[in-house]
C-alpha cells in the first residue's frame, strides 16, 4: 500500500500518487481538471435552476400543504 491509485474524475486517467507525496488537486490528476469538473458542477446548477418550472413549485407546494396537514 505504498501508493494508491484512483481515476481523474474529469478525463478518466489513472493517477498515481505516492501515500506520502503531495497530491494538491486530488482527486483529480491536474489542476485544469479539477477547474473543468468545477465548471460542470456550476454549469449544471445553473442548468437545474433554469429549468425549474411550475411543476417544480407545486410539487414544494403539496409537500407544504401535507405538513401543514
Ligand atoms: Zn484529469
Redo the contacts with the bound molecule.
Keep these: 500500500m505504498a501508493d494508491r491509485r484512483i481515476d ?1 474524475p ?2 478518466g ?1 489513472s493517477v498515481r500518487f505516492d501515500h506520502g507525496g503531495e497530491a494538491p488537486f486530488l482527486p ?3 489542476r485544469r ?1 479539477r477547474l473543468v469538473d468545477l465548471g460542470k458542477w456550476l454549469e449544471g446548477e445553473y442548468r437545474i435552476s433554469r429549468e425549474m418550472t411550475g411543476d417544480d413549485f407545486l410539487e414544494e407546494d403539496h409537500f407544504n400543504s401535507d405538513q401543514i396537514e
Design positions: 481523474c474529469t478525463c486517467r483529480f490528476c491536474s481538471c
